[in-house]
């Protein structure tokens, strides 16, 4: 896309906390509280927001340790912004990110939903199964 017509840019963070509940909400991830989002968006390791003019439209999260562990999380587009390449975007963003500052030898996890795999294999991550299985639990 010409850069001068792309409506869309990146701010590097993550988005405010009412930016963050819409979005969730709306691109089909599950709702968090606004007690859980006050909490835990300032602990971001690195986030990126994308931006249509002035609207969140998009986000991404890295969260971890700092050292040892990372997780990807919060990757998700406004319904009328997908197909815009911007989730290739984000995820560019935060592995470019991983890539200059987590330590060598940095385990990077992430739960793929339905085919947002495919779009995660284009940056290197795998399957773990049969080596390992991934598990959650909600408090």
Sequence with gaps: MNA????????????????????????????????????GLPHTWHGVTVLCGDEPVGMGRVIGDGGCFFQVVDICV??????????????????????????DGAYVSLIADGDARFLYEKFGFRETAPASVGMHRLV
């Design 4 to 39: 001068n017509t792309d409506p869309y840019s990146l701010r590097v963070g993550p988005p405010a906390v009412d930016a963050y509940l819409r979005l969730r909400v709306v691109s089909g991830l599950s709702a968090k509280t606004r007690e859980a989002a006050e909490a």
């Design 78 to 103: 406004a319904p009328e912004h997908q197909g815009q390449g911007l989730g290739k975007r984000i995820m560019g963003e935060l592995v470019g990110e991983l890539e200059r500052r987590a330590p």
